[in-house]
Antibody
Framework: QVQLQESGPGLVKPSETLSLTCSVSGGSMSSNSWSWIRQPPGKGLEWIGYIYNSGNTNYNPSLESRVTILVDTSKNQFSLKLNFVTAADTAVYYC?????????????WGRGTLVTVSS | QSALTQPASVSGSPGQSITISCTGTSSDAGGSNYVSWYQQHPGKAPKLMIYDVSYRPSGVSSRFSGSKSGYTASLTISGLQAEDEADYYCSSYTSGRFVVFGGGTKLTVL
């Protein structure tokens, strides 16, 4: 069973860059896609984007201009960078495995990490 | 892309059945066989309950089932139990290869 764990700063200043890493264990990264999803306090889930094992990416159009997702299979990690953050980016950020190819499912999730944007 | 439409809340008594709807458009849930459902308890990560409209992952109770008609997908929980009280989210893969979530439904077991 694959396990995912988010890590990164819990506090980011407005206009700066939010950077998170997801460490993957218990499975291969090379045959899967990997995604970031966030949830503002008291609100619903918002898909941020995903990266294929090829390195190609798809981003939420509403965030595309500020988001970068990268994968480093040698370290069994993938990462999220979100530029020019504001208070509206305060959320719990989840990383998840996205199964694609005849199916679409987020079948494994990290526990989530709260990132607060504040000066 | 707009969020899929779910009722804000539903409720039911133990042992009853409830259904949560998830309505989209021809670009997402309406035109996709890739609708999934997630259960989220407070303070916890979401858990996959149904994928590809009606398939249940190993380990998920058979009391959970999914279906779709037209632009609306549905999650049905039969034999409600107290532990089913949670938030439920639908999700769809769109024609543009994006992912969209519903706004979430709070299930209360009376």
């Amino acid at each position: 069973q694959v396990q995912l764990q988010e890590s990164g700063p819990g506090l980011v200043k407005p206009s700066e860059t939010l950077s998170l890493t997801c460490s993957v264990s218990g499975g291969s990264m090379s045959s899967n896609s990997w995604s970031w999803i966030r949830q503002p306090p008291g609100k619903g889930l918002e898909w941020i984007g995903y990266i294929y094992n090829s390195g190609n990416t798809n981003y939420n159009p509403s965030l595309e201009s500020r988001v970068t997702i990268l994968v480093d299979t040698s370290k069994n990690q993938f990462s999220l960078k979100l530029n020019f953050v504001t208070a509206a980016d305060t959320a719990v950020y989840y990383c998840a495995r996205l199964r694609l190819g005849g199916t679409v499912q987020f079948d494994s999730w990290g526990r989530g990490t709260l990132v607060t944007v504040s000066s | 892309q707009s969020a899929l439409t779910q009722p804000a809340s539903v409720s039911g008594s133990p042992g009853q059945s409830i259904t949560i709807s998830c309505t989209g458009t021809s670009s997402d849930a309406g035109g996709s066989n890739y609708v999934s459902w997630y259960q989220q308890h407070p303070g916890k990560a979401p858990k996959l309950m149904i994928y590809d409209v009606s398939y249940r992952p190993s380990g998920v109770s058979s009391r959970f089932s999914g279906s779709k008609s037209g632009y609306t997908a549905s999650l049905t929980i039969s034999g409600l139990q107290a532990e089913d009280e949670a938030d439920y989210y639908c999700s769809s893969y769109t024609s543009g290869r994006f992912v969209v979530f519903g706004g979430g439904t709070k299930l209360t077991v009376l």
